[in-house]
Structures are given as structure tokens and as C-alpha cells.
């Protein structure tokens, strides 16, 4: 029959193509999850934990919304590992929820963060077409992401575009 099974072989592929889903649910045996949740569970938290920091922090679009994302699929398997190793930590659900609960509060955090750096540059700048250009670029940051935002911050987005192109002239 050979080395795979059917599911081991679906497995397999889809580890070979990186397709997102849980890793120690992808292991074929519980005492091989058992082991790879031990190896990995303290760095997953880690993991976790320095990505929230680095999201909460940056004044990056494209870095916010990648860090938060790794932070919630490594939050995410952290819950699955605890199946398998015995560790007294606080509630990874409470995280993985606060994490998606907050989602809109921490982009409009991000926006703001943006807008300073917006601003500090604003004043540095001596033609009323170079910020107008440094405005558009902030627009435009966002747009790849206006699918995770809620309504509330793309209007907060334009009014902060329509604010400083008002006092650019």
C-alpha cells in the first residue's frame, strides 16, 4: 500500500503547499502531536506575545495586519496544543477573543500612529504638492486593507485625509 494513507497523503500535500491550518493537527499520530506541542508550545506563546507587541506598535499598515495575523493563527494553535501539554498559563481562548474582539480598536490605533508620522513629515515638507503627495500615500496604505476595516475607520481614514489636504495649502 505504501508509505501514506489516503489522509496521510492530504496531509502531506497540504503541509508541501502551505495551505493554513492547524500543524499539530496535521500530524498523523497522537503521540508525534503530543511531541511537537511540547517542542513548540513556548515558542508559539512567544510568538504570540511578539507579535501583539509589534502590531501594537508599528506605524505600518502592511506590518500591522501581517503580525496580527500570524499572532492570531499562533494564538490559535496554542489552544489546540494544550490538548497536549500540561502548563499553567492563562486562558489562551480569553486571548484568541480579546485578540478579535479588539480588532477595529487596534487598526483605528494604527491609524492614528500613522497619522502622527503623517503629520511630523507634513511639517518638514515646503511644497503644498509634495504634501499633497504624502497624503495620498497615507490614503493609500490602507486600501489593501479596507476588507478588515470597519466602516468606521475608512470614514476616520478619509476625515484625516480631508483634514490635513485642507491645511497643506
Same mark, same amino acid.
Given at each position: ?11 502531506? $500535500? ?13 500530524? %498523523?499520530?497522537n503521540?508525534?502531536?503530543? &511531541?511537537? %506541542?511540547?517542542?513548540?508550545? &513556548?515558542?508559539?506563546?512567544? $510568538?504570540?506575545? &511578539?507579535?501583539?507587541n !509589534?502590531?501594537? +506598535? +508599528? ?6 495586519? @501581517?503580525?496580527y ?7 490559535i %494553535? ?5 490538548k ?16 478579535? &474582539?479588539?480588532? $477595529? @480598536?487596534?487598526?483605528?490605533?494604527? !491609524?492614528?500612529?500613522?497619522a ?6 507634513? +511639517? ?10 504624502? !497624503? ?6 490602507? !486600501?489593501?486593507?479596507? +476588507? ?13 485625509v ?8
Open positions: 500500500m505504501g508509505l501514506f494513507t489516503p489522509a496521510k497523503w492530504k496531509v502531506y $500535500q497540504n503541509q508541501k503547499l502551505g495551505n493554513k491550518f492547524d500543524p499539530v493537527l496535521s500530524l %498523523a499520530f503521540s508525534r502531536r503530543r &511531541d511537537y %506541542a511540547m517542542l513548540n508550545f &513556548d515558542n508559539y506563546v512567544r $510568538q504570540f506575545n &511578539d507579535s501583539v !509589534i502590531a501594537s +506598535t +508599528t506605524k505600518k499598515p502592511d506590518v500591522f495586519f @501581517e503580525r495575523d500570524f499572532a492570531l493563527q499562533r494564538i %494553535a496554542v489552544i489546540y496544543m494544550r497536549y501539554v500540561k502548563v499553567k498559563m492563562n486562558s489562551p481562548e480569553k486571548s484568541a477573543n480579546e485578540l478579535i &474582539d479588539r480588532k $477595529q @480598536e487596534f487598526i483605528r490605533d494604527l !491609524i492614528s500612529r500613522r502622527e508620522v503623517l503629520k511630523e513629515k507634513l +511639517t518638514k515638507l515646503k511644497t503644498p504638492a509634495s504634501k499633497k503627495k504624502n !497624503i495620498a500615500k497615507f490614503e493609500e496604505e490602507f !486600501i489593501p486593507y479596507h +476588507t478588515e476595516m470597519s466602516q468606521e475607520n475608512i470614514d476616520y481614514i478619509k476625515r484625516t480631508d483634514y490635513y489636504m485642507r491645511n497643506c495649502e
